[in-house]
């Protein structure tokens, strides 16, 4: 997985609650086992109309906005458990997702997939897409060592809480794996000390 550590980017709003997984990645393109082009799928029925042409009210396909954060409604990531959401997701450039709310298991596999979910007020979530709307090219600073979200500009920020251990896998860019062979020298002195 890529470091994470600190993030400037811009933001694509996505005011719309309750978004599941078979929206961020319809059902019909989970056959393949690799990550690879989820991201070309990521809302494929709300980018693009029936008939294959883009729809121009669809955040994504706004011009004016962009960026790698996603700022989504209230609980993100429900329905189904499948990991591909967060693959899509990550494939398609988005490195955090803002929400008030996130599903637990699309939670687990964001931050298992090198995608940062940041929880915030509702409060909160309402004033980001005001930032946004009133100018798409506002930039927002993600730190996580600090754990915070700010756009300093409008005066906005906030903390946010992640789990010590998947802060560490993000900011080393470790997976799981990866953690355990950081660990090699602390686990062989422990069996040799057996």
């Known amino acids: ?7 400037h980017s811009t933001a694509v709003p996505l005011e719309i609650e309750n978004i599941d997984t078979d929206q961020i990645i319809p059902a019909r393109f989970l056959k393949a086992t690799d990550k690879e082009g989820f ?11 029936k008939n294959g042409e883009i729809n121009p009210d669809f955040a994504l396909n706004n011009p004016q906005y962009s960026g790698s954060i996603l700022v989504a409604g209230d609980n993100f990531g429900c329905g189904s ?3 591909h959401a967060a693959w899509a997701l990550a494939g398609y450039g988005f490195k955090v997702i803002v929400s008030s709310f996130f599903a637990d ?3 687990g596999n964001a931050l ?5 979910p940041i929880q915030v007020s509702k409060s909160f979530l309402k004033d980001l897409f005001a930032a946004v709307k009133q100018n798409p090219n506002i ?3 993600v730190d996580l060592e600090a754990q915070t979200l700010s756009i300093l500009g409008a005066g906005l920020q ?6 010590p251990y ?4 993000l900011i080393n860019g470790y997976d799981d794996i990866d953690y355990l062979l950081s660990k090699k020298e602390l686990i062989e002195a422990f069996e040799a000390s057996r």
């Open 105 to 107: 298991i699309f939670k």
């Open 39 to 49: 991201g070309d799928n990521v809302f494929k029925d709300w980018r693009f109309d």
């Open 158 to 163: 906030t903390e946010f809480d992640i789990d």
């Open 81 to 83: 458990s499948r990991e």
């Open 139 to 141: 930039k927002f600073t």
């Open 166 to 169: 998947k802060k560490t896998c």
């Open 1 to 7: 997985m890529e470091k994470f550590t600190t993030l």
């Open 112 to 116: 298992n997939n090198g995608l940062l």
